[in-house]
């Protein structure tokens, strides 16, 4: 029996919150110099039909460290639905890999993978989530605030793949989530329809004022205005999108200890100011960093077996995320 990480809706708040802390406990062994081979000899296919710094380097990263090695297939050399069947792919592949991390377009495109695959399959961006990034943007406010519960999150900008998996994190961690975004960029309604159902009670908020939005926010939070595969809209998202802009007056409207976060590749000039992103509140290198560590805890959880002993402790979140 295996598990499928392909948006924040498949896991518990359980095991979303045990996933964090073992995420935590890697990072710490490894700090401390100890990068125990928990992976050994597994394999991750990594298939990718968009370009990628992050996602791509720290799943590589995070195999090697665990002692797996990671496989890089170009989306176009793979042809996924083009040269063969996504189901002919996922019943092959499944043969050679352990798992699979997959960037795509269409989020159906990793639903009917994994509908057909014998391994775990992994979202590493479709254009209705990126579960990896908010994870690993839930793990960076816990570090930086201390806790995650009755923290208030702003998200300023487009409502897309990262906005998304962002309202779903908070809803199981229990911050509270709010989107500025300009009319017409609104949450999809099938996501609202998933989110409601997921989440009765939990109001997924969303206005058009980011004045109002970043107020007391904790963490403001903005990615680009248009994602990949939208190139053809950039310019008209750009006048839309203008008032939306993270800048110092906005980012003055946080908290206290407010952070600043962005999933990266950020514009400068564009979604934020280059001032606001290296700003001494901007978090965005550790987030980015986070990437890896948060990766490694769930390439644990989806391909492990077994309960270990690291440093002298074990892994005992283990057991409470399986
Ligand atoms: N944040 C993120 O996913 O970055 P990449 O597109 O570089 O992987
Ligand atoms: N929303 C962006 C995120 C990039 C990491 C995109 O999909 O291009």
């Known amino acids: 029996m295996h598990r499928h990480f392909l948006d924040l809706f498949d896991i518990s708040r359980e095991e979303a919150l045990g996933l964090l802390d073992l995420a935590d406990r890697l990072k710490r062994d490894d700090s401390e110099g100890h990068r125990p081979q928990l992976l050994p000899g597994r394999i991750l296919g990594l298939i990718f039909e968009k370009p990628s710094l992050r996602t791509r380097v720290s799943f590589e990263a995070a195999m090697a460290r665990l002692g797996g090695n990671a496989l890089f297939l170009q989306g176009k050399d793979v042809g996924l639905g ?74 300023v900008g487009d409502g897309n793949n990262v906005a998304m998996s962002l309202a779903v994190a908070s809803a199981l961690a229990g911050l509270e989530f709010v989107l500025a975004c300009p009319p017409g960029y609104e949450f999809p309604d099938d996501f609202r329809g998933r989110f409601a159902a997921a989440f009765p009670g939990v109001a997924l908020r969303v206005e058009h004022n980011p004045r109002s939005a970043a107020t007391d926010a904790d963490v403001i939070y903005t990615d680009v205005w248009a994602s990949m595969g939208q190139e053809d809209e950039v310019e008209a998202r750009g006048k839309v999108f203008a008032p939306y802009q993270v800048d110092r007056d906005l980012l003055n409207l946080g908290s206290p200890g407010v952070i600043f976060l962005h999933c990266l590749p950020a514009h400068r000039g564009e979604e934020v100011t280059a001032e606001v992103l290296d700003h001494p509140r901007s978090r965005i290198i550790p987030q980015a960093a986070n990437r890896l560590h948060f990766q490694k805890a769930l390439l644990f959880w989806l391909l492990s077996e077994d309960n270990v002993e690291v440093n002298g402790r074990p892994i005992s979140s283990h057991a409470s995320v399986r």
């Open 82 to 155: 083009v040269r063969e069947s996504v189901s002919d792919f996922a019943r092959v592949i499944s043969q050679y890999v352990d798992a699979i991390a997959i960037r795509t377009f269409s989020h159906e495109t990793i639903v009917e993978l994994a509908r057909h695959a014998t391994i775990p399959i992994i979202n590493a961006l479709s254009d209705a989530a990126h579960p990896c990034q908010a994870m690993a943007d839930l793990m960076t406010i816990r570090e930086e605030r201390g806790r995650l519960d009755g923290l208030k999150l702003a998200f």
